[in-house]
């Protein structure tokens, strides 16, 4: 059982997240369900050559996909086979044109089109290249988990992930927890959304300095603005009773110590203008 952060703030609940990471992975490792979905992985993944071969295999293509966090796509097996085949160096290819950053990084790790479109057989036998695909189908069954209680945390788990692999306001911008996690964290308007991208990048441009993420702090003083102003704009729900029976049970199953949460979030500063309305 993943614990539950329903009823908690969303700066406590992240730290409750933290403090219990290794051990959710070690639940969803332990169950029933996930451990035949990554054994069902790993016995068939090394015999598939092709996209057609991969979207074929249902439950080896649906656990490849949750691992992209792309399960509400499994369905558009079509799609899905030609990004896999699309060249990843031709703009106009299909990949390239989708705007949804989640299938480029898809076509990227599987590895099926060289730049130039030409095929390729990946090796899918590689006992690491698996277990980073199995390490990620954890962390995004977590992540999903999470978000369903609390989309603002949910934001900032995507945002802590991706957060190594921003550098330019057009990677934020293709992502729409990342681009929801800077304009509530600057205090810009939902309205930039409806103008021309690249006038987008611009105003973000001059709101933020990305080479700031490389510091760690700024990282977490950008987390800890952003979850402030995000409680306040959407508040998480209320449920004090069934989070509190969580954390018990959680910290029970976990050891018979107790599990000792302290909030400490950093002072930061507001105006009326920066909670958008």
Do not use: C
Not at 3 to 25: E, M
Not at 132 to 141: G, R
Request: proline residues 3%; hydrophobic residues 40%.
């Amino acid at each position: 059982m993943v614990v539950s952060i329903a009823g908690l703030s969303s700066q406590l609940a992240l730290k409750l997240i933290d403090s219990t990471h290794d051990s959710q992975i070690e639940t969803l490792s332990n169950s029933g369900q996930h451990a035949r979905a990554v054994e069902t992985f790993k016995e068939r993944i090394g015999a598939i050559t092709t996209p057609a071969e991969l979207v074929q295999d249902y439950e080896v293509y649906s656990f490849v996909m949750k691992s992209f966090d792309l399960e509400d796509q499994i369905f558009g097996k079509a799609m899905v086979r030609k990004i896999l085949e699309s060249d990843p160096a031709d703009d106009s290819s299909l990949v390239n044109r989708l705007t949804d950053d989640r299938f480029s990084e898809l076509n990227e790790v599987m590895g099926f089109t060289a730049e130039g479109g030409e095929a390729v057989v990946p090796d899918f036998t590689d006992p690491i290249w698996q277990q980073s695909i199995i390490d990620q189908y954890y962390e995004q069954t977590l992540t999903n988990s999470y978000a369903e209680e609390n989309e603002n945390v949910g934001v900032a788990l995507e945002f802590r992930d991706k957060v190594g692999e921003i550098d330019n306001w057009f990677k934020v911008l293709k992502n729409k927890d990342l681009t929801e996690f800077f304009l509530t964290a600057l205090g810009l308007p939902e309205e930039m959304a409806a103008i021309d991208v690249d006038k987008q990048a611009e105003l973000l441009a001059k709101s933020y300095d990305l080479e700031k993420l490389s510091d760690p702090d700024e990282q977490t003083r950008l987390i800890t603005q952003y979850l402030a102003i995000a409680d306040v704009e959407n508040p998480p729900t209320s449920n004090v009773t069934s989070a509190a029976l969580s954390i018990l049970q959680s910290s029970s199953s976990l050891s018979s110590s107790i599990i000792e949460i302290t909030w400490d979030i950093a002072p930061v500063a507001m105006s009326t203008y920066s909670l958008r309305r």
